[in-house]
T-cell receptor, first 113, second 118 residues
């Protein structure tokens, strides 16, 4: 049972445009959400996070939106750059302070020059 | 910033042999480390939680006798894949959090170990 779902395995955008990566979840006990970026043969690198009590968090070109009623979050990258090309994982943490994360399958983003 | 170092980055071994993977927190102490595994085109799946000075906690379906975890110090956790088989071939990644920080800092990941069992 996939508790965190990233339904788009890949996304391609033009440089300078907006990239929108989506993530859906089923477990209402998740209280914290994170986005990680991963290059081939490397471990994931933390990008941005959001607490379940917020609906938006922004850090430079990256913004994460959370819609709790829809159990949906999205990552916006504006403007997209070729260096953003990577696999992006959505992850969620179960309420209670545990550091265990549940990951989605990832979305491969390609930003074309 | 916090760094997690994992070694080796890749290893090829013969079926039936054992392989040890090390995970170190370089500039912080980690009482808890996490071991994940990723099969191709799949998500990272938590295998076990490594606890310094005590037994590891394994996720459902993960054989504790096959995946031996030792967390002997605050900066080192090891995962040993015993009697490896080709189906154990995967990308193994460890992670840790800097508990010394007061903010809600995220898990930091090592660069992973690509295990290929022939």
């Amino acid at each position: 049972d996939q508790q965190v779902k990233q339904n788009s395995p890949s996304l391609s955008v033009q440089e300078g445009r907006i990239s929108i990566l989506n993530c859906d979840y089923t477990n209402s006990m998740f209280d914290y959400f994170l986005w990680y970026k991963k290059y081939p043969a490397e471990g994931p690198t933390f990008l941005i996070s959001i607490s379940s009590i917020k609906d938006k968090n922004e850090d430079g070109r990256f913004t994460v939106f959370l819609n709790k009623s829809a159990k949906h979050l999205s990552l916006h990258i504006v403007p997209s750059q070729p260096g953003d090309s990577a696999v992006y994982f959505c992850a969620a943490r179960v309420q209670g302070g545990s550091e265990k994360l549940v990951f989605g399958k990832g979305t491969k983003l390609t930003v074309n020059p | 910033g916090a760094v997690v170092s994992q070694h080796p980055s890749w290893v090829i071994c013969k079926s039936g042999t054992s392989v040890k993977i090390e995970c170190r927190s370089l500039d912080f102490q980690a009482t808890t480390m996490f071991w994940y595994r990723q099969f191709p085109k799949q998500s990272l799946m938590l295998m076990a939680t490594s606890n310094e000075g005590s037994k590891a906690t394994y996720e459902q379906g993960v054989e504790k006798d096959k995946f031996l975890i030792n967390h002997a110090s605050l900066t080192l956790s090891t995962l040993t894949v015993t009697s490896a088989h080709p189906e154990d071939s995967s990308f193994y990644i460890c992670s840790a959090r800097d508990w010394g920080r007061r903010d809600n800092s995220p898990l930091h990941f090592g660069n992973g170990t690509r295990l290929t069992v022939t």
